[in-house]
Each structure stands twice: as structure tokens, then as C-alpha cells.
């Protein structure tokens, strides 16, 4: 009786995942203050006694707190580590009772001394490891603790190096795009006063259609012979208390662990979901016969069933669309060891507001903290461990693959939040993939109720191997993509998975054109189901905002800190060089405007997907910006980016219209391209029934709200094919309209009259007026190099068109081309002298330029620089415009996505003269910072030219934008054809290097 009044008691408590000992106590041994630290740069400590308190007196230390991080006491150290500190143990009331060590996390590998005693080691970043200090520990007495840490590095210390480890993708030094190599106790240490025989864990599976709970208890006997003892179980509701089913045993303990497994019907269970996370506390002692001690172990669980069938993910029988966003954990203060609990409960709070119902925890485990709140707010957990990404091959990776995994399965198996285990990601075929595909027998044998992924976005390209593995299963299962037991290996783009893929990550370049746009909405439509595991559109970073917030924490002087700062000369200078302020008044409106655009980006890609039946769930990147970028929905600081909230609930609405117009921007007027397709899906996450008809219309308004277009229809929600559920989107109009209204922004929307309070449904383009816009008819223009394309478009317009003559005295509109043809560096001289005579020049694409590796040989500037690359897609740059003679008619300031879609492309100029103009550039303001020049104007002699990196040459044929550009850069550029050249110094044709 009295053993299960404790039991009660420790119900009450609301116990966790921490063991309770009632032969003596569990004390924790964190704290801001009592722990010292020391490095051990050249790895001489272990033989010099470094664990020998009176040795460690003489080190040179730093006060530290445990868990936290050697690199915020030691900025920029890598390698071993020693920690100490002082504890006293209380009398143990069990005689034959046994002193341990609990460490919850020692990244990545811990020697541990107790009294100058050597009492165990662990090797494993995120494993949970006890030591038995019975034999070193003085009780009643002061004692010594020493813990000397590994934090590996690339060189390898001791054989040990960092990327055979598991790791994520650590690096040593901060790498845009990479975690910060981190290390130390990094999670709780405890004392355990424990009696003879202890309840070490217990592990707890449900039914769902019994309400039967089966706990698997280890009982851990430290005697050297068998003794009889009793277990008793107690079984409550997490928030209303009282015992609702209980049981006891009578067994046999050998010494070691012994199993016990026991059966507990729960009546009257209620499910854990997503909605209502219903929890339920399990309480288990146990007790040698004879003895007044024993143990007492708390775990939460929860009654829930998580698999996926027929390609989707089912919980509790229900389908689910899996609205999840990864989380690395990173954090300004601590690298990832959260130094304060309320950034990480505001990732899930947030989350949770914004729609999301899981957390995939990219390449690392969340911490016990992340996983309770997690039970409690009803949030689903896709987690990883550091050894499923970038883990290099050794002799050891079989076995430290095997141990990360065994570590990720025996800390979390029992919440009932953790459906997923992830076991790889982006992992291509090689040792490791052959290892891991190989390794479901040792998985299940320690968990076999979870749901398995082989490898993220599969970039194995096996789809002879299935990516799932459901629950009770010992095989990988064909549930999404291409994936069949004769499957060919996928081919084809890179996306970056490959077509066929059934976890598929795909990242289209910024802004995303209509063809990005068709494949979101095409995966998967021969295949089964597909699962779009990465996917999202960053914002830059607030090099300014970080400064101050670092400052408000006291960490401005934190390599974190240095490391975001360093850019800001760079940009300062630039926005000097740019003239920017000329366009955003301040670098920080620049930055606000950057952010507050991500918004827009997150729904147009949610409402793309969305749209698509075949995807069964996304996983978005990401929940906060880590990997040293902008890709979260919050800052570092956990600071909400403007909209991202409004954004994110309405694109993960249960019901939902995803409406869609192509082209974005149309033509009206004489031209025959004014035709816009209007298209209205409606996603729907089974909650209007099939069989339904819904009336609805579908209306399109110009920006004064006068609506051009009307049309009332019927939704009819359909029934699923013979065998399978209804679909999860459906197409409800489709029609081409003529779009032949007044210049301006226009919005396409879709409403439903009765019956469904959905979400979305506004889409919005642009009309141009081909009569509004400047007129080229009767000019004069010289081409430069080969363009047929080029001549075409120009004539069509009644342009007249020549070829360049280097012997012409007078002074001429020219324009370059895609090609310079059999242009020679003698030819761009004679060009360089006509502009530098009074001749105006258009250069419309960069390529001309090149010659033998060199992208800017033939530029006629003194500082040539070069053409940078800077890559758009995840992370992107940000592209302004400001308002000038060659954007009259368009938008200006931070570039509009939808108005400059088709025209932003990039390349962009980088290092070159300062131009007399800057009109158009692009800044990539995430810690990888560059920037560069998209559209400029630049004087030469008594001429000029306009150099230019926007896709007007590509798109001419099809984008009004394009078509607004060339005629204003003509316009630019028109000159008096009768006027003569000046004479030109040939001292500038060598100045600009092409005498």
C-alpha cells in the first residue's frame, strides 16, 4: 500500500522522463554557478593527471554552467575540454544501494573521473549515459568530479574526426548554409542515489482499438546473484490524476537488466492528436523482497496510431495532410543548446499558431523540453539524428551510425508526439546508404510502433527501395513516387530529388517562373503519392537588427555576433556605391522590405502545393533561420517576419481555394497576347464530404475594385477512385479569358456562397497596354555582333534596322545582342570609339563579353570586375529598381515578383567602375553577402551605354516587362543619326584595356 501511495505521489508530481529514487534522491547537478572549465589544446591532460583535483587546481579556468557550450566560454576552441566540479552524496538508505551518474547529453565524447577515480566513458553526441560511481564516490564527504570532452575537429584528434562523426553538417569555422561546430555537456547531469534494484526504463505502447497500454520495464539488479522482488504499475490521466488501471508482478531479477513486460487495459481511453493530445502518466516501482528500498520511474505516454496507407499519412485512422517545418535548433545565445526555454517553447507555440501540426527535427534531436511540449500541445515530431546527415565513411560508421540511431530510439521512443524516425537525409548511395538500407531489424528490435523514413529526398535515386517503413513492418514499403520492386533508378533534373522520387526536396530558382509553378503542381501525377520533404523561399538577414538584438543580451562581442556583423561595412559600402538611399531612404528600410516580401513567397509555394492531390504532406524550410541564413518564419531571435503568421494559416487551411492566372503579365491592345487563364482548385483535407455541391463564384477586379469578370458555378466535391480516398485537391474552374481591360494590377479571386469557410482564393497579374507604351515606329538602331531574333522583334515593331560599321562618321542608336558573332576585340575597340565619339550603345546581354574564361574581357570599362553567379533559390538575393528613365511605366523599389517574374535572372555585374546610374542591382544579404548590378548606365567620352543582366533579350517575344524595357532603354539612347563623332582620345580606348 505504501508503495503505491508513492506512486501516487509521483503522478501528482507530473514526472517526466527523469527517474525518481525513493531509496535516497535524484540530485541535479546543473547550475549557472560550481562548474570550472579548462582546454586541452595539445591533448597532454589525461597523462598529466588533469582528473586529480589537486592537479586541476594549478589550470587555468573559466566558470561555466552546465549544459551549456565550451565555445561560449571559449569562442572558437575545438578539442578537448575539462570540466569540474565539486558534489557531496547524501548516505544511501539501502546498504547495498549504488551511487550513479546521469548524463543526458555529452557532445560528442566524455571521459568521466570521480576522486581522481577513472569511472566510465561514452562516445555519441546525443546519447543518455549512467555510470556506476559507487567505488569512487565518498559519502557525506565533498567529491571531485572531472569530465574531459571531446569536441572533434577536422584534423582528428585521438582518431577521432569530426566528419566520421556524427555530426549534421558541423564545420569548424561559421559556413553559410552549415552548423556551427559545437560542443560539451550539453544536456542535464544528475546524481542518482539508487537502491540495489532500480527502475531504469520503461517503455510504453498502445492499441488503440483496445485500449491496451504494454510496458516494457527494465528492471536493473546490481547484485551479483538473482533475488526476488515485486512490480507495481499505476496508470493515470495526465491532467485529471487518480489511477484509472493498474497491476503488479511477482518476479525473478538476474543481476543486470532484466525486461518485464505487462499488459494494462485502460478503460475508457481517450486518443492522443493533434487536437486533443490526451496524456496519461505511467508510475512504476520495483523492490527486492526483504528490503525497505526501492524505485520509482515516471513516464508520459499517450493512445495514438501513426502509419501511412495507400502513399498518405494516417493518424488514428484519419487521414492528414502533414503540415510540418524543420528545426535546427539554432539559437544567437548557445549555438543550439538553448540558453533560455522560451525561444524553444515559442518554435512550437508559433508553429502551432501558424497551422503546422509536426516538427521535423532536421539531423539532431530535439531536447526532452522540446518533446514534452510537444506531448502537450499536440504537435507531431519527425526527428533525425545527427548521424542521418553528412557522416563520412570509416572503419567505425557502421557502428557509430547503429549507436546514434540506438541512442534517438531508447531516449524518445516512448512520446507519443515522436511518430517518425528519419533514419538518413540527402544521403547519396555509397558504404553508408548499403549500411543503413540493411538496418530495419536492428530498429525494430528496439522500437518496432514507428513509422520509418529511409533517406530524405532520396538522394540515392533507388526507387527499387522503398523510402517507408510503417509500423510492424520489417520491410521498406512502396507507398510514394515511382518507388516499385522494378523500379529503374530516377534520371533526369535535379530538383534537387530527382523525378520519381517519393520524398521529394525541390528548390526552383527566385522568383519562381510559371514552369517552377507546373511542377509543384504536376509531382507525382503518374506515381503514387509524394511527400515534398524540403521546400521554402528565405528572406535576407537584418545584418542591423541582429547587431542590436545581440547587443540587448549583452553577446555583441560573441563570434555569433562578429560573425553577422562583419558584413555590415560591406553592405554600407555598397549602399554608398548603389546610391541606394536615393531608393529606400535607409539600409534598414531596405532590409524591412526584404523581410516583409517573404510572406507572399510562403503562400504562393503553399498555395502551388496545395493544389496538388498527389502530394500527401510538406515539410517546410524552415521554423527558424539557422544554417547561419534567413530561412525561417521567425529570426534567430524568434522575432515573427511580418505576415508570415496570416500567411502560413491561411495556405495550411483545411479547406482552401488555390486559384492561379498565367501569363502573370498580358498584353492588351493590338497585340494578340491578351489572353489569361483562370484556374481555381479547391484543396480540401476531408472535411466537406464527397458528393457535396457547393455554389461558388469566380470574379476577377482591377486595383479600384471595378470587377471585370463574372462567372457562378457549382463545386461538385468528388468521390475517390474505386479503392481510394477522395482527393485532396480538385480542379473547380478552368477557363482562358480575354484580358482586355485597362492597364493595371489586377486580382483574381474565388469565393464559395455557402456550405465551406475556406481559406485563400486570390491570385493576382498584370495588364499592359501595348497603345500606352513608348512608341519605337520610324527609329534608327545599329546592330553590333549577330542577332536574327533581335532584328526580327525590332522590325515588327517598324524599326529600322543596320549593321554595325566601324568607318561611319555619325552618331547611332546601337544595340548588342545575344551574340557578338565573328566579332573581334579589334571590333569592340572600334565600338568602344563610336560611344566614346557621342554614340549611344545597348548591351543586352553579358555573355558578349567573354573571352577565354575571362566573363568581362571586352567590357569597355577601366575596372571590368566580372559576372557573378548569385545563386536564388532557397536563399536568394534581393532585387531593387529605382525609378529612372529606363523603368518609366514600371514598378520600382524592392522588384515585385509577380511584375518581374520572367526577368530576373542571376547574373549580375560585380567589382566593375562605378557607373553614372545604378537603376537595377541585387544584394544577397544573408552571411554569404554579395551584391551586384543588373541594369546601370555609364558614361564613356561623349557617348554611352547601358550594360544590362535582366532577361530582356530572353523574354522579348513573351514579357510586356521586357518589351517596357527595351523600348525605354532606345529612348534612352536615341541620338542625333546626323550628328558626327566626336573626336575620341585613343588614351581611353587603352584606358578600358582594348587599344
Not at 196 to 224: H, M, P, Q
Request: proline share 5%; with cysteine.
Amino acid at each position: 500500500m505504501k508503495r503505491l501511495l508513492m506512486c501516487l505521489a509521483l503522478l501528482a508530481l507530473g514526472t517526466g522522463l527523469f527517474a525518481q529514487s525513493f531509496a535516497g534522491t535524484t540530485v541535479s547537478l546543473d547550475g549557472e554557478k560550481g562548474w570550472t572549465l579548462a582546454v586541452d589544446p595539445d591533448n597532454v591532460g589525461k597523462n598529466q593527471g588533469w582528473f586529480d583535483k589537486a592537479k586541476a587546481a594549478t589550470l587555468e579556468t573559466r566558470e561555466t554552467k552546465v549544459p551549456w557550450v565550451i565555445q561560449e566560454v571559449y569562442p572558437g576552441y575545438h578539442g578537448y575540454a575539462w570540466y569540474y566540479r565539486d558534489f557531496t552524496c547524501a548516505k544511501n538508505p539501502d546498504s547495498k544501494g549504488r551511487y550513479l551518474l546521469k548524463f543526458w547529453n555529452v557532445d560528442y565524447k566524455g571521459d568521466v573521473w570521480v576522486n581522481g577515480k577513472f569511472v566510465g566513458e561514452h562516445e555519441g553526441a546525443e546519447g543518455v549515459f549512467v555510470l556506476d560511481i559507487t567505488d569512487a564516490v565518498k559519502v557525506g564527504k565533498s567529491n571531485f568530479l572531472a569530465v574531459r570532452v571531446l569536441n572533434p575537429t577536422p584534423e582528428g584528434i585521438d582518431g577521432i574526426v569530426l566528419e566520421q562523426t556524427p555530426h549534421r553538417n558541423k564545420t569548424n569555422d561559421f559556413v553559410f548554409g552549415n552548423d556551427y561546430n559545437h560542443g560539451g555537456i550539453e544536456g542535464n547531469v544528475e546524481l542518482i542515489t539508487s537502491p540495489a534494484v532500480r527502475v531504469s526504463d520503461v517503455f510504453v505502447t498502445t492499441d488503440i482499438k483496445t485500449g491496451v497500454a504494454t510496458l516494457e520495464t527494465t528492471v536493473t539488479n546490481y547484485l551479483s546473484e538473482s533475488v526476488k522482488g515485486s512490480i507495481d504499475f499505476a496508470i493515470s490521466p495526465a491532467a485529471e490524476g487518480g489511477v484509472c488501471a493498474s497491476d503488479s508482478a511477482k518476479v525473478t531479477l538476474k543481476p543486470g537488466d532484466n525486461v518485464v513486460t505487462t499488459k494494462i487495459k485502460v478503460p475508457g481511453f481517450k486518443l492522443w492528436d493533434t487536437v486533443t493530445p490526451n496524456l496519461y502518466k505511467a508510475a512504476v516501482t520495483a523492490a527486492r523482497n526483504g528490503s525497505e528500498c526501492y524505485d520509482a520511474y515516471g513516464v508520459k505516454f499517450g493512445f495514438r496510431e501513426f502509419k501511412v496507407e495507400n502513399g498518405f499519412f494516417m493518424l488514428n485512422g484519419k487521414r492528414i495532410f502533414l503540415r510540418c517545418s524543420h528545426n535546427g535548433n539554432e539559437n544567437p545565445v548557445g549555438y543550439h543548446y538553448s540558453a533560455y526555454n522560451e525561444w524553444a517553447r515559442k518554435d512550437l507555440s508559433n508553429a502551432k499558431t501558424m497551422g503546422f501540426n509536426a516538427m521535423r527535427f532536421i539531423a539532431g534531436l530535439p531536447t526532452p523540453f522540446q518533446l514534452d511540449l510537444c506531448d502537450e500541445l499536440g504537435i507531431l515530431v519527425y526527428e533525425e539524428p545527427y548521424a542521418s546527415w553528412k557522416l563520412q565513411d570509416s572503419e567505425y560508421m557502421a557502428t557509430r551510425f547503429d549507436n546514434s540511431v540506438k541512442d534517438m530510439l531508447r531516449r524518445d521512443r516512448t512520446h507519443p508526439s515522436v511518430v517518425v524516425y528519419a533514419v538518413l537525409n540527402e544521403t547519396h548511395d555509397g558504404n553508408l546508404f548499403q549500411h543503413v538500407k540493411d538496418c530495419l531489424p536492428m530498429i525494430r528490435e528496439l522500437d518496432s510502433t514507428r513509422l520509418l523514413v529511409l533517406s530524405g529526398g532520396r538522394f540515392d535515386h533507388h526507387l527499387s527501395i522503398g523510402t517507408v517503413s510503417n509500423p510492424g513492418s520489417d520491410k521498406w514499403e512502396y507507398q510514394w513516387g515511382a518507388e516499385g520492386p522494378d523500379a529503374p533508378d530516377a534520371t533526369g533534373p535535379d530538383y534537387p530529388s530527382k523525378p520519381g522520387a517519393g520524398h521529394f526536396h525541390i528548390y526552383p530558382q527566385v522568383p519562381h517562373r510559371a514552369d517552377a509553378i507546373a511542377t509543384f503542381r504536376s509531382i507525382g501525377k503518374d506515381t503514387n503519392p509524394v511527400y515534398v520533404g524540403e521546400y521554402g523561399v528565405a528572406t535576407g538577414v537584418d545584418f542591423y537588427r541582429l547587431q542590436r538584438n545581440f547587443e540587448m543580451y549583452g553577446k555583441e562581442n560573441g563570434a555569433l555576433a562578429k560573425y553577422y556583423g562583419a558584413h555590415i561595412p560591406d553592405f554600407d559600402n555598397d549602399w554608398a556605391f548603389y546610391d541606394m538611399a536615393d531608393v529606400f531612404g535607409r539600409p534598414e528600410d531596405f532590409f524591412a522590405a526584404s523581410i516583409a516580401r517573404n510572406a507572399s513567397q510562403r503562400l504562393m509555394g503553399l498555395n502551388a502545393i496545395r493544389s496538388n492531390p498527389q502530394i500527401c504532406g510538406y515539410n517546410l524550410t524552415g521554423t527558424t533561420d539557422q544554417g547561419l541564413s534567413g530561412e525561417g518564419l521567425v529570426t534567430l531571435f524568434r522575432e515573427m517576419k511580418p505576415g508570415t503568421v496570416d500567411a502560413m494559416a491561411d495556405g495550411f487551411a483545411p479547406v482552401r481555394w488555390c486559384t492561379f492566372v498565367e501569363p502573370v503579365n498580358v498584353f492588351k491592345g493590338t497585340d494578340a497576347r491578351n489572353e489569361v487563364r483562370l484556374e481555381a482548385v479547391v484543396a480540401n483535407e476531408d472535411v466537406i464530404a464527397p458528393g457535396t455541391s457547393l455554389p461558388a463564384r469566380i470574379e476577377v477586379f482591377d486595383s479600384n475594385n471595378n470587377r471585370v469578370f463574372y462567372q457562378r458555378i457549382t463545386v461538385d466535391f468528388p468521390e475517390g477512385e474505386e479503392g481510394k480516398p477522395a482527393p485532396l485537391a480538385f480542379s473547380a474552374f478552368d477557363k482562358k479569358v480575354a484580358a482586355d481591360w485597362p492597364a493595371g494590377k489586377y486580382r483574381m479571386v474565388a469565393t464559395f456562397e455557402k456550405g465551406a469557410a475556406a481559406a485563400g482564393g486570390t491570385a493576382e497579374f498584370n495588364v499592359f497596354d501595348w497603345t500606352k507604351m513608348p512608341s519605337i515606329e520610324g527609329k534608327e538602331v545599329v546592330l553590333f555582333g549577330k542577332d536574327d531574333g533581335l532584328a526580327e522583334w525590332l522590325r515588327g515593331r517598324g524599326v529600322t534596322v543596320k549593321s554595325f560599321d566601324a568607318s561611319s562618321t555619325k552618331r547611332a542608336t546601337i544595340i548588342v545582342g545575344e551574340s557578338r558573332g565573328d566579332m573581334t576585340k579589334a571590333d569592340f575597340a572600334n565600338l568602344a570609339r563610336h560611344i566614346a565619339g557621342g554614340s549611344k550603345a545597348i548591351f543586352l546581354c553579358n555573355g558578349v563579353f567573354a573571352e577565354e574564361g575571362n566573363p568581362t574581357a571586352y567590357l569597355p570599362l577601366k575596372e571590368k570586375g566580372t559576372v557573378k553567379w548569385i545563386d536564388s533559390c532557397v536563399y536568394h538575393k534581393d532585387e531593387w529598381i529605382r525609378k529612372h528613365p529606363l523603368t518609366e511605366g514600371l514598378q520600382t523599389g524592392l522588384m515585385d515578383y509577380t511584375f518581374y517574374r520572367e526577368t530576373i535572372q542571376a547574373n549580375c555585374y560585380k567589382g566593375i567602375s562605378k557607373p553614372k546610374c545604378t537603376v537595377a542591382g541585387a544584394m544577397y544579404i544573408v552571411p554569404n553577402y554579395e551584391s551586384g548590378i543588373m541594369l546601370s548606365t555609364h558614361d564613356l567620352g561623349a557617348g554611352e551605354f547601358i550594360l544590362n543582366t535582366l532577361r530582356v533579350r530572353e523574354e522579348l517575344f513573351d514579357s510586356p516587362v521586357s518589351e517596357y524595357l527595351i523600348k525605354n532603354m532606345m529612348k534612352y539612347c536615341e541620338v542625333d543619326k546626323n550628328e558626327s563623332l566626336a573626336p575620341v582620345d585613343e588614351s581611353l580606348i587603352a584606358e578600358i584595356g582594348l587599344k
